[in-house]
C-alpha cells in the first residue's frame, strides 16, 4: 500500500516583504526573515547554524528588519544579549591577595606614590583602597611601569571609563599582549583612539546614538576608511544614497556602494555627483570589454555616470 503523501505547509509572508523589500534586501536578510517567521521566533545562533551564515549577519539582517517594522527590537536585542555568552576575562589583580605589610612596604617606595598620586589627579577623586592595592599589584605583581599604568588611566578618562574594573581590564589584556613600555603603550592609544573616532564620526552622521554599532559594523567602518581610503564626507554621502533607495541605515548596501565608487576611482562627492570617472577607470571598463558594473543598478542607487553611459 503506497504512503499517503504529506500535504506541504505554508510559510505567511507579509506582502511588504515582497512589494517594498524583495528588490533592495539582500539575500542574507531574506533568508533571515523567511527563517524567524517559519520558526516564529528570533534566535541569532540557531539561525546562524540552520542558515550557515555568520551570527553577525544574522543580526545584522534582524536590525534591518526591525527598522522596517517586521521585527520588534526588543526581540532583537534581547537575542542579542542571549547571543553574547561571558568572554573570557584577563585576569584581574586580587588585592586581598596583598598584605597590609606587603603594600605598606611597596607604598614607600617612589615609583608607588608618583603612581597613586598620578592616579588621584587624572580620576579627580581619592583612590579606595582596593584601587591603591589595585594598581600596586599591577605595577609590583605584573610588572607594568608606573608611567603605562598612569597612561592606560587616562586613556580611560578621555573616553569616560574612569571606573577601577574597566581600567583594571585593559591594564591586564596590555600584560597578556606585552604592552610594557612608553612607546607600545602610547602606539595603542593612538590607534584605539583613532578608531573610537572614526565610529563616532559615523554614529553621528548615521544618526545612531541610541542603537550604537554591531561587532560587524566597526568591522565595516574599519574597511571603508582603512581599505578603500574614504573619508566621513563619501560615507555620509554613501548613507544618504541608500535611505534615499530603501528609507533606512543598512550597512552592507552602504558597503556595497563604497566599494562600487573605489572600484571605479571616485574619491570625492563631486566626482560622484557629476559622474567624472577617472580615465584609468573608463579605459578599463570601456576599452577592454566594456563595462562589468550593473549600469542600471547605478542609476537606480542614484548615481549619474554619463561618460560610461555614452560609450555603452
Given amino acids: 500500500m503506497k504512503e499517503a503523501k504529506r500535504l506541504p505547509s505554508f510559510v505567511a509572508v507579509p506582502s511588504d516583504i515582497i512589494d517594498k523589500h524583495l528588490k533592495t534586501a539582500s539575500g542574507i536578510y531574506l533568508k533571515v526573515i523567511l527563517y524567524v517567521l517559519r520558526q516564529n521566533a528570533v534566535d541569532i545562533a540557531a539561525a546562524s547554524e540552520a542558515l550557515g551564515i ?172 582603512q581599505d578603500l581610503g574614504f573619508g566621513i564626507e563619501m560615507i555620509r554621502l554613501a548613507y544618504e544614497r541608500t535611505v534615499d533607495q530603501i528609507g533606512q541605515v543598512s550597512f552592507p548596501y552602504i558597503n556595497k556602494i563604497l566599494e562600487n565608487w573605489h572600484a571605479l576611482g571616485l574619491k570625492t562627492p563631486e566626482e560622484v555627483r557629476t559622474g567624472d570617472i577617472p580615465k584609468k577607470a573608463r579605459e578599463a571598463k570601456n576599452g577592454f570589454g566594456g563595462p562589468s558594473f550593473d549600469l542600471d543598478a547605478f542609476a537606480r542607487q542614484g548615481f549619474d555616470l554619463p561618460e560610461i553611459r555614452e560609450k555603452k
Fill in 54 to 225: 555568520p551570527e553577525s549577519d544574522v543580526e545584522e539582517a534582524l536590525h534591518y528588519w526591525s527598522g522596517a517594522g517586521f521585527i520588534p527590537e526588543e526581540a532583537v536585542a534581547a537575542a542579542a544579549a542571549r547571543k553574547k555568552a561571558p568572554a573570557p576575562q584577563p585576569p584581574e589583580p586580587t588585592p586581598e591577595s596583598m598584605s597590609a605589610a606587603d603594600f605598606e612596604r611597596y607604598a614607600g617606595r617612589e615609583e608607588v606614590k608618583f603612581l597613586l598620586t598620578t592616579a588621584e589627579k587624572l580620576l579627580g577623586r581619592p583612590l579606595s583602597s582596593t584601587e591603591q592595592k589595585g594598581y600596586v599589584f599591577f605595577l609590583e605583581e605584573y610588572g607594568l611601569p608606573a608611567d603605562v599604568i598612569v597612561m592606560a588611566i587616562d586613556f580611560c578618562c578621555m573616553h569616560d571609563r574612569g571606573n577601577y574594573r574597566y581600567i583594571s581590564k585593559m591594564l591586564a589584556g596590555w600584560q597578556e599582549q606585552g604592552i610594557n613600555t612608553h612607546p607600545l603603550a602610547e602606539e595603542y592609544i593612538r590607534v584605539q583612539s583613532a578608531r573610537l573616532g572614526r565610529e563616532a564620526e559615523v554614529v553621528e552622521a548615521f544618526g545612531l546614538e541610541k542603537r550604537g554599532l554591531t561587532t560587524a559594523n566597526r568591522k565595516q567602518i574599519a574597511h571603508w576608511y
